[in-house]
């Protein structure tokens, strides 16, 4: 994790109005008005592909260090909380309250400066509700961060972590063909 700077007034203008917009324009908006929420994230300098969800309770701190490829999705009360970059892969989820934490506190630092590191979500993988996942981390393809588990360690792909701290609890066995209920 690298020291990062402290906000300038440029900055500071730039998230006043950016929260502005959010606690508006961006919550009030109706659920399956993805596309209204997407234009606004763009506006404030998101990285964001077609067909991706973004429902009007996620928050995120700074949208010109967000990247979503296409059809990946920051679920109800998710939390980017991006002072460092976070790109979510093409098809990927990040569900319910979930936690993104781009950022932190040099504990060795009488001053407690502020450290981040990016936050990469490979493409097909999911975050299950009340993750959290830490600064730096860097979940593989078509990975599991299962409910409530807490991530310090980057994840590898098609593997499935639980708890706190995460562990690996099995490799995925993903089948070519997607399963049908009859």
Known sequence: MRHLPPPGLRDRLYRMGWNLVQATLFRWSPVPLHAWRRCLLRWFGARIEGGTAIYPTARIWAPDRLTMRQGSCLGSGADCYNVAPVELGRACVVSQK?????????????AFTLIGAPIVVGEGAWVAAGAFVGPGVDIGIRAVVAAVAVVTRNVPSEHVVAGNPARMVRERRVSSQPSVEK
């Open 98 to 110: 979930a936690y993104l934490c781009t950022a932190s506190h040099d504990i060795d630092d009488p």
